[in-house]
């Protein structure tokens, strides 16, 4: 896998990262979702078909690392945005109910690698299928098929 960030302007290649391997669990998925944080990083999930991920969070320092981060130890988070420092992602629960989560990326180098450590959580109840998470002007906004929430931060 690599990952590079080009100037708009000029079109040269600023920074690239390189990672020799990344395990997945099924084929890479027909979508994915891609967020930037303020310090640079790019952050890439792989969705399947059903919507659950393929790859664990994969973020591209502008050093030119690449690491795999682990997001949730209950179920598996999906993409959403860069909220400030903190990655917003959520989780459809078997039951319907959605959670969402901020997570802070630490930035030292572990033993086992860099981790997402859940800061907050909000429970928006089950809002149907199909969910979609956005965020910005000091809010975020969940929609489902049924119903859609907003919680201001």
Known sequence: MEAFAVD??????????????VELKSPL???ARVARRPNGELL???LGTDGTPCTPLLCARPDGRLDAI??????????DA????????HRENKDGRVEVGGFAIDHEGRL???????????????????TTVYA???????????AVCAVRL
Do not use: C, E, K
């Not at 708009?8 to 391997?21: E, F, I, N, P």
């Not at 860069?82 to 992602?89: K, R």
């Not at 800061?119 to 928006?124: E, G, S």
């Open 112 to 130: 086992l690698g860099r981790r997402g450590a859940l800061r907050w959580t909000i429970d928006v109840g089950d809002l149907g299928a199909a």
């Open 70 to 79: 682990t997001l949730g130890t209950r179920g598996r988070y999906i993409l």
């Open 82 to 89: 860069a909220l400030g420092d903190l990655v917003l992602a």
């Open 44 to 46: 890439f999930q792989s």
């Open 8 to 21: 708009r302007a000029s079109g040269v290649v600023r920074w690239r990262a390189v990672g020799d391997r």
């Open 136 to 146: 910005g002007a000091g809010a975020v906004v969940v929609r489902g098929t049924r």
């Open 29 to 31: 998925g027909d979508s």
